[in-house]
Structure formats: structure tokens, C-alpha cells
């Protein structure tokens, strides 16, 4: 089974549409959680943490569910700009500064 | 904000040749790390380096060394290139165990 998994879609989904993503991980002793995003030829960038309590950023929410190992993100009301890859990231345990990434989720929004 | 800076964004090499990949962080980031990024195979870690003069081995090393002199600085070498290291190469730091600063990437073409 491998570390992060993610399905790597793509999904389409027009303007204004709610989508969801979700990933699992193998190690239930991990630590640490994020979303990344990545644009078309481009480095990726933090999108948010997730928080065991879940959390928002705007019209973006992060759930943890650390009993099924399962993270997921939520993007309301999409914009043609949401249009990017979403990595899944994990801190690996015990390798002090090593994270896990996803393969990722392509979301592509239409007008 | 975070700058890190890759030396070339585009490389082309043959095969056998040596190639240096510079990477250099503006922040005094303790934590620098290389990665490489295939199609399918998402975001793997070559090696990472987490003070001056020190390296530990990510996932997939074979081929590669590394070189951290100076704190901002954080080169990948390759000694003989081959053409299976054809790949986007990215570099990037973090202050902590989390959030990592990518930066722009270099496509290296193996020939």
C-alpha cells in the first residue's frame, strides 16, 4: 500500500461547483498534514495545514479523520483559478524533516 | 517572502556528462531538500540536508550526491547523468518540519 494515496482524477467541474478531495495514508502514527497546490509548470505551494479539529480558509475547508487515516479538502463556489493539481502531503514519522507527497488530484473548472 | 532560486530552468545534457544543479534560499532556512517529479510517480525525495556540511538520504539517492557548504546553498550533482534522470528537479527549504518554499524547478533532459 503506498504511503499517501490520492485519486488522481481529473476531476471537471464547472464554475461555482462544490468539489471534494480525498486521500488516505498508510501510517497511522504520522504527524502532520497538508494541501498542496500546484499550478501547470510550476513549483508547488502550501494551500493550507490540516488540522485534527478541521479548518477553513475561505472557501477552502481541511478534515482530518485520524481513526480512518483519511484527509480530505473541500473547495466551494470554484473559480476558473482553482484550476491546478492539489497534492496531499504527510509528515513522515520519525524522519525528522522528510514529508510523504500525494501524486495528486488534477481539478480542472470550466466556464 | 521565501525565495528560493534554481540555477537554470531549463538543462541539456549528455549522456555520462557531470551536471551541478545550484539551489540557493534567501530566508536562513536550516532545512534544504531535493526532489525530482515524474509523471505518475508524483514527488520523491533525493536528498534533503538539515544544517551546514550535514546530508541524510531521502528516498531514491542512487546516482545523485549532494553538497551543502554554506547555508543558503544546497547543490545535487550528478555524476555520470543517465538518460532514466531525465526529470523536473526541485528544490526547497523549510524553516521547520512543515511548510516547505519550492523553488521554480529545473527540467534536466538526459540525451
Redesign the interface.
Same mark, same amino acid.
Given at each position: 500500500r503506498k504511503e499517501v494515496e490520492q485519486d488522481p482524477g481529473p476531476f471537471n467541474v464547472p464554475e461555482g461547483a462544490t468539489v471534494a478531495f480525498n486521500c488516505t495514508y498508510s501510517n497511522s502514527a504520522s504527524q #502532520?498534514f497538508?494541501w498542496y497546490r500546484q499550478d501547470c509548470r =510550476?513549483?508547488? =505551494? &502550501?494551500l493550507m #495545514?490540516v488540522y485534527s479539529s478541521g479548518n477553513e480558509d475561505g472557501r477552502f475547508t481541511a478534515q482530518l479523520n485520524r481513526a480512518s487515516q483519511y484527509i480530505s479538502l473541500l473547495i466551494r463556489d470554484s473559480k476558473l483559478s482553482d484550476s491546478a493539481t492539489y &497534492?496531499c502531503v504527510v509528515?513522515k514519522l520519525g524522519s525528522?524533516?522528510? &514529508?510523504n507527497?500525494? =501524486?495528486?488530484t488534477s481539478l480542472l473548472v470550466t466556464p | 517572502d521565501v525565495k528560493v532560486t534554481q540555477s537554470s530552468r531549463y538543462l541539456v545534457k549528455r549522456t555520462g556528462e557531470k551536471v551541478f544543479l545550484e539551489c540557493v534560499q534567501d530566508m536562513d532556512h536550516e532545512n534544504m531538500f531535493w526532489y525530482r517529479q515524474d509523471p505518475g510517480l508524483g514527488l520523491r525525495l533525493i536528498y534533503f540536508s538539515y544544517d551546514v556540511k550535514m546530508k541524510e538520504k531521502g528516498d531514491i539517492p542512487e546516482g545523485y550526491s549532494v553538497s551543502r557548504e554554506k547555508k543558503e546553498r544546497f547543490s545535487l550533482i550528478l555524476e555520470s547523468a543517465s538518460t532514466n534522470q531525465t526529470s523536473m528537479y526541485l528544490c526547497a527549504s523549510s524553516l521547520n518540519r512543515g511548510r516547505r518554499f519550492f523553488g521554480p524547478g529545473t527540467r534536466l533532459t538526459v540525451l
Open positions: #502532520s497538508f =510550476k513549483e508547488p =505551494k &502550501l #495545514s &497534492l509528515m525528522g524533516y522528510a &514529508l507527497f500525494g =501524486k495528486g | -
